[in-house]
């Protein structure tokens, strides 16, 4: 007989993998380090993916850096039904994050273990409805609960972010060497910041350089996904919860989302 510890993980992990079962689209966010923008890119990424006619899920699962409540503007605590979580919905697609869960500016000191755990419990505890595509904003870095969720989930892709600089490109191969120790089918860097359009003259400009992310996914043998331009008003639009996809979708950073989200959507229809 297993001891009631044992047989409430084997009840968990039974509980996770039928809820995984049910949204059949899973892709997961991340980066090697922080500071690269992707939040800003896994939020935007949802909205873009959901003018595909697919209903879409974010999972904030940077459990000691929630931001994704900030950038979409939901500043209702949680909700639920007693035994479900109930998520956060704004503009369609359905939000959940600990932040919500936890008093404003409260420090979440819990070693990768519990982390991870609590990302299980919010994954399997909470009613998804008709979500069939999953975004999974992880923490940034290589720890324990990036490993013990991004094997759990099982995602068809992983969405690398990086920027021009040389520090964090090589954070990046070494998330895409992780990804790819995790047999992960699909494997991309995506470049944000690539670029700077001049609101003036509209011309382009390579403030950090551009080019370097398409040299390292050919050099690593994965995708280049796409690059993403600045954009002087998003981090404004960030902060006041109007991700770029939505309040201009005309932006030259919109369009690039617009296309990234399609791009990696045929990819998620191949399974």
């Known amino acids: 007989m297993k001891p009631d510890g044992a ?3 084997t009840e ?3 509980l996770f993998d039928e809820v995984i079962g049910r949204i059949p689209r899973r892709l997961v966010v991340f980066s090697g380090k ?3 923008g992707k939040t800003t890119v896994a939020v935007n990424l949802a909205y873009a993916l959901t003018s595909d006619r697919h209903h879409v899920g974010l999972l904030d699962a940077d459990i000691t850096g929630p931001n994704v409540l900030q950038m ?4 209702e605590p949680a909700r ?3 035994t479900q979580i109930l998520p956060h ?4 697609v359905h939000i959940v994050s600990l932040a919500s869960m936890l008093p404003q500016g409260e420090p979440v000191i819990w070693r990768g273990p519990m982390r991870s755990k609590v990302i299980e419990q919010l994954l399997t505890e909470t009613d998804w409805g008709d979500v069939d595509t999953l975004v999974v904003d992880l923490p940034p870095g290589t720890g324990d609960e990036v490993l013990t969720i991004s094997q759990r989930i099982a995602p068809q892709v992983a969405v690398i972010i990086t920027t021009p600089q040389e520090v964090a490109r090589m954070d990046a191969r070494r998330a895409a060497n992780f990804a790819r120790k995790l047999n992960i089918p699909h494997i991309g860097i995506v470049e944000n910041m690539s670029g700077f359009f001049c609101p003036h003259c509209g011309q382009e400009i390579a403030l950090f350089g551009a080019g370097a992310s398409v040299h390292d996914a ?3 043998g994965i995708d280049h996904f796409g690059a993403l331009p600045m954009d002087a008003e998003a981090p404004q639009e960030s902060d006041a919860g109007t991700p770029n996809v939505l309040r201009r979708p005309h932006s030259p950073l919109s369009q690039a ?3 990234l989200a399609a791009r990696l959507s045929a990819i998620l229809d191949q399974g």
Do not use: F, I, N
């Open 34 to 36: 922080g500071g690269v």
């Open 218 to 220: 050919t050099e690593l």
């Open 257 to 259: 989302m617009h296309a």
């Open 80 to 82: 639920g039904t007693g």
């Open 72 to 75: 979409t503007g939901v500043k």
């Open 89 to 92: 919905e704004k503009h369609g």
């Open 7 to 9: 047989r409430k993980d």
């Open 12 to 14: 968990q992990h039974l």
